[in-house]
T-cell receptor
Framework: GAGVSQSPRYKVAKRGQDVALRCDPISGHVSLFWYQQALGQGPEFLTYFQNEAQLDKSGLPSDRFFAERPEGSVSTLKIQRTQQEDSAVYLC????????????FGEGSWLTVV | AQSVTQLDSHVSVSEGTPVLLRCNYSSSYSPSLFWYVQHPNKGLQLLLKYTSAATLVKGINGFEAEFKKSETSFHLTKPSAHMSDAAEYFCITAGGYKYIFGTGTRLKVLA
């Protein structure tokens, strides 16, 4: 596609509910990233995929967070048993390679846990 | 390890006056450096990037940045601020597959 697409754009979840956030990266992009951005803060790294392989998940805040990219394109970030502290914008980004390659961001999925 | 430090969390300028957003980097080798802008309720958009081809990098919307190795800086400038420039700006460096964010600078443009 023309850009990185995320859905849903806005999600209100009741505490304890499971949520799934989808990311469609730019077609052909090898690298895919998830970031968490709390209100008024900069994005914090969650996880990184190279094709279908999850090479780094060191930023996932707890075992309630799970990400997958089974066919090396679309990715899903799943949050189980949501808590209020999970309220944030979840940004997906993709790039054609690594390091010096430009990283392209989606507009984010805004999660509010009530 | 690579890192970036944005020296100002908030900057206010009057419309039509120059903009300076400061970023210092730390890297053991020639870094890749980026400036991104985030307007309210939007994703991050690339303004410009440095990848060692030229020390003065021109970006979109009249922004530019100069890579100064002696000062380990990559400051973002614009000669004349516009109201539409009001946003959050992030300096980012890349190391391997990781992109490391600065803490951001919120630019306010006064009429």
């Amino acid at each position: 596609g023309a850009g990185v697409s995320q859905s849903p754009r806005y999600k209100v979840a009741k505490r304890g509910q499971d949520v799934a956030l989808r990311c469609d990266p730019i077609s052909g992009h090898v690298s895919l990233f998830w970031y968490q951005q709390a209100l008024g803060q900069g994005p914090e790294f969650l996880t990184y995929f190279q094709n279908e392989a999850q090479l780094d998940k060191s930023g996932l805040p707890s075992d309630r967070f799970f990400a997958e990219r089974p066919e090396g394109s679309v990715s899903t970030l799943k949050i189980q048993r949501t808590q209020q502290e999970d309220s944030a914008v979840y940004l997906c980004a993709s790039s054609a390679g690594q390091g010096g390659n430009t990283i392209y961001f989606g507009e984010g999925s805004w999660l509010t846990v009530v | 390890a690579q890192s970036v430090t944005q020296l100002d969390s908030h900057v206010s300028v009057s419309e039509g006056t120059p903009v300076l957003l400061r970023c210092n980097y730390s890297s053991s080798y020639s870094p890749s450096l980026f400036w991104y802008v985030q307007h309210p309720n939007k994703g991050l958009q690339l303004l410009l990037k440095y990848t060692s081809a030229a020390t003065l990098v021109k970006g979109i919307n009249g922004f530019e940045a100069e890579f100064k190795k002696s000062e380990t800086s990559f400051h973002l400038t614009k000669p004349s601020a516009h109201m539409s420039d009001a946003a959050e700006y992030f300096c980012i460096t890349a190391g391997g597959y990781k992109y490391i964010f600065g803490t951001g600078t919120r630019l306010k443009v006064l009429a």
